[in-house]
């Protein structure tokens, strides 16, 4: 079973590139079957982040029927177990993703066979990004302890489980229902109205809208964590938003603020393997053990289940 | 899920029923650093007028929990309403502190002590303590044969007592090279003897004299 992990936050610039990156490769230096996804499409620089200057093949090759299998266009990197599969050499227009073929890109990515597929989204909350983002069961939402950010994170989610209610209702229905919130309504008060205004036309629908929501689950990381900052945010964000949304979240960790990834994107380094001993990189490797036991409980419930 | 409005007093502070007004005033206080207008933790999350209402309704759960007799009527409206189980109900509240650091399991203390209370009542034990508190030369040896009747193993005298082992065999078998200094040594004798349950003070004058003439 492989763990589709994609990697949003509705800002840009908090370091979702770096993240996937560097969890990446800790996740490969564990001995699993690690690729990273660069799904920031029309921003695509995820390989420069695992010290690739450049890669020769990537997603456009899937997409003009070059290859058939996604995995082929699957580059190793220099780390043992990663490969990456990039959109670099993605057309100018590639931004602006045709419905089938986002739809074919997710369907293939959900076959890939490795142990961890780490998916870097883009910035913003645009149709695509959200999809990729729900193309999993599980989305670790990245934030930093700074108000712009907060606010883009608790937008995202927002947009996502609005997303969430569109792909479980056809248009005519998803149209009725969101003519009953206004752009003002904060993601709590959306998301109880909607499943209250579905479940009112359609009870059978209601319920199962209610039974994604709550099996899904945010997972959130806090990047850029200064001293100065609150050392509970996280834990607190996690007790408001498990009180007030119907989905599950779980706070990963912080990753400490650090002068060094900086030079590390300058010199175009891994920075996990050029500052193994900072305190970022610590960091980092609490969240891949959390990552390694949640895979783990993953794999020994379906066992359950198929007893 | 917009649903504090759904919550008492007790589940939105987020402490138990039986909560002391030590656990509800840190409760408070946490709230307080999540739902304030400076919190970034759900900065842009709740509008103004939402925040204003869920701030007041903490304020309101602080001042109704942290005060006796009004904490008193709220339990009983919540009984009367079903949320709260009658048995669950709280009579007296109490500024219980919470422990930091916790010393063995107290019930299994608990369970300790009343088996040797039960046990120092049978006839022929309370005939063999009186035997050796009406001595005038208490040795180790009778200390020792009261315990063995009684049925304690010097591990128990351990746990409860946090005597070490050595120690205990050492006052039992009157080695009085390693016996501590005396004030130590009293101290001990009167754990050990109110354990089994004896008249400490008897018992360690008794042990004392006993323990001076042999090292004459």
Known sequence: ?????????????????????????????????????????????????????????????????????????????????????????????????????????????????????????????????????????????????????????????????????????????????????????????????????????????????????????????????????????????????????????????????????????????????KYSYTVSAIDLSHIVKKLEKNRLAGRLESIGSHE | MNNSEKLNYYELLEVPVDASFFEIRHAYRDALLIYDEDSLSTYSLFPDEERAVLLKRIEDAFNILIDATKRSEYDEQLVKSGKLKPSERLTRYQDKSIPIFRTGSSAEKNIFFKKVQEKVKESDIKSLAEEIIAKELISGQDLKKLRKAIGIELEEIFEVARISISMLKAIENNKFHDLPSLVYLKNFLKSYAEILHLDSEKAVDGYIINLTLMQK
């Open chain 1, 1 to 273: 079973m492989s763990c589709i992990y994609p990697i949003g936050g509705g800002k840009g610039g908090i370091g979702k590139s770096f993240i996937a990156a560097n969890l990446g490769v800790l996740l490969a230096k564990q001995g699993n079957r690690v690729v990273l996804v660069d799904l920031d499409l029309g921003g695509a620089n995820l390989h420069t982040f695992t010290g690739m200057p450049s890669v020769k093949t990537g997603i456009e090759k899937f997409l003009d029927k070059t290859v058939i299998d996604l995995t082929q266009v699957a580059v190793p990197t220099e780390i043992n177990n990663l490969s990456i599969i990039s959109s670099v050499n993605c057309s100018m227009e590639i931004a602006n993703l045709f419905a089938a073929q986002k739809l074919k890109i997710i369907k293939a990515i959900q076959k890939l066979p490795f142990d961890y597929i780490l998916l870097d989204l883009g910035a913003g909350t645009n149709y695509n990004t959200l999809d990729f983002f729900l193309s999993s069961n599980e989305g670790i939402l990245l934030l930093t302890p700074e108000p712009t950010s907060i606010e883009n994170a608790f937008k995202f989610i927002k947009a996502v489980y609005l997303r969430k209610v569109r792909q479980i209702l056809n248009q005519r229905e998803f149209k009725s229902v969101t003519d009953c919130i206004t752009g003002n309504d904060n993601a709590i008060e959306m998301t109880a109205r909607i499943i209250d205004a579905v479940a009112e036309n359609d009870p059978e629908k209601g319920e199962l809208l209610r039974k994604q929501l709550t099996e899904y689950q945010f997972k959130f990381i806090i990047n850029q964590f200064r001293k100065t900052v609150d050392a509970k945010l996280g834990e607190k964000i996690e007790k408001v938003c498990n009180r007030y949304f119907y989905s599950k979240f779980h706070f990963l960790g912080n990753v400490c603020y650090d002068e060094r990834v900086h030079e590390s994107i300058y010199s175009k380094k891994i920075f996990i393997n």
